[in-house]
């Protein structure tokens, strides 16, 4: 059964940056639509970032865009986050997905909490 590890969650300042990562193993995440979502609290899980399989198009929620990069190294097969500027309204636990099909796998996500 294919597996998604997120790693990198946190306490940061406002203002502050993270870095997440999502490792795969029985999955070669060039072979899938790789996102990272996040569910704060209260609210419905809402989807962040994007990266298609060949092409490498990339797309984001308008709340983090150009704040968040999403990207993906092959050869290490991990899909990553970078956070920049985190605000205090980003704090929630972020999750990897992918997806080809019908196919779709979670991880079990890493918690970011953004607070002074």
């Known amino acids: 059964q294919p597996q998604l590890v997120e790693f990198g969650g946190g306490l940061v300042q406002p203002g502050g940056s993270l870095r997440l990562s999502c490792e795969a193993s029985?999955?070669?995440?060039?072979?899938?639509?790789m996102s990272w979502y996040r569910q704060a609290p209260g609210k419905e899980r809402e989807l962040v970032a994007r990266?298609?399989?060949?092409?490498?198009?990339?797309s984001y929620d308008g709340s983090v865009e150009g704040r968040f990069t999403i990207s993906r190294d092959d050869a290490k097969n991990m899909v990553y986050l970078q956070m920049n500027n985190l605000k205090p309204e980003d704090t929630a636990v972020y999750y990897c997905?992918?997806?080809?099909?019908?196919?779709?796998?979670w991880g079990q996500g890493t918690q970011v909490t953004v607070s002074s």
């Open positions: 029985r999955l070669t995440v060039s072979r899938y639509h």
């Open positions: 997905k992918a997806d080809w099909g019908l196919s779709r796998y």
């Open positions: 990266i298609t399989p060949t092409s490498r198009t990339t």
